[in-house]
């Protein structure tokens, strides 16, 4: 490849993972400490959740994303940041009806799911164009709340990271933006391995690569033990990588990751094996938002 290719770095996600590893960040400091080091070790924008500092559950507290965003922009690193959108999105059944799924943020509208990334004005936000079951829950976007979020992020001059699931989000998606909800180019985010969406294979990568509009740029990964077999097939065809302990708690079988760093060191290592190199925030900011 003759451009860069940019490593995105998932840092805690809203899974229940910090009883799983003691790597995973938790508090904003914590947080915030592995995103400045993940961008030290090649990766160029780092997307964000936050927990509970007591309890480690997922939250959407405001003062906790604005902690995590000012030590970011305090620090030597110009890395870009992307906040997630995705809280308040998913439900369990109880008989005829959709409840909050357990254990995780309530339901919220549209406008309450961007409230902090209005406020904080990071440079990317991610948008989830996907209602899928969730392994036993159920993520839910409805298009209007697409429509709503989509414009709204838009006006606000942030670049959505349009993630998707499955072919048919893909599809939405270009819908989006054949009817100016969203605005080209467009970069999307393939989401593999994720019960129950698309798996995450090679060929199911390639398909979704030929699904998308002109002038797209795209990146992609897969979860767990699919994480560095999805960075290198993405590196294959022309794409870019996201890796993280969001998404993967491993840096080898059997052997958790000490950090956001290592497994961001391991993507660099693979995208230069492919003959490209990590892309710099300063790319990124070319690339994605032609600034």
């Known amino acids: 490849m003759s451009n860069p290719t940019i490593i995105s770095c998932a840092l805690t996600g809203a899974g ?20 400045i080091d993940a961008a030290k070790a090649g990766a160029a924008v780092v997307h964000i959740h936050v927990r509970d500092p007591v309890t480690g559950a997922p939250s959407v507290k405001f003062e906790l994303y604005a902690d995590v965003v000012e030590r970011i922009r305090a620090s030597s690193t110009d890395v870009v940041i992307n906040l997630t959108s995705g809280p308040g999105s ?16 309530p339901p919220m509208t549209a406008q309450q799911r961007l409230d902090h990334i209005l406020k904080l004005k990071p440079e990317i936000c991610s948008l989830d164009v996907a209602t899928l079951n969730f ?22 001059g942030i670049k959505p990271e349009i993630e998707v699931f499955d072919l048919g989000h893909i599809r939405l998606a270009k819908h989006l933006l054949d009817t100016g909800v969203l605005r080209a180019p467009a970069f999307f ?7 129950w969406g698309a798996p995450a ?11 998308l509009p002109p002038g797209a740029l795209w990146s992609a990964f897969g979860i767990a033990h699919d ?4 960075a290198a097939a993405a590196c294959e065809l022309g794409g870019h990588v996201r890796v993280g302990l969001e998404d993967n708690l491993y840096i080898a079988k059997g052997r958790l990751a000490s950090s956001n760093a290592e497994l961001v060191e391991e993507a660099a290592r693979l995208v230069t094996r492919h003959g490209s190199r990590p892309a710099s925030p300063s790319e990124v900011r070319k690339l994605l938002l032609g600034i």
């Open 227 to 230: 994480q560095f077999k999805i």
């Open 135 to 156: 392994g036993r829950i159920a993520m839910v976007n409805l298009v209007n709340d697409l429509e709503v979020m989509g414009r709204t992020i838009s006006d606000a």
């Open 16 to 35: 229940d993972t910090v009883s799983k590893s003691p790597a995973v960040p938790v508090t904003p400091t914590q947080i915030a400490d592995q995103a």
């Open 201 to 211: 294979q090679s060929d199911v990568l390639q398909l979704m690569r030929g699904m």
């Open 90 to 105: 998913l439900y369990a059944a109880d008989g005829l009806l959709l409840q909050p799924a357990p254990g995780i943020n």
């Open 189 to 195: 985010q393939f989401c593999l391995g994720i019960y």
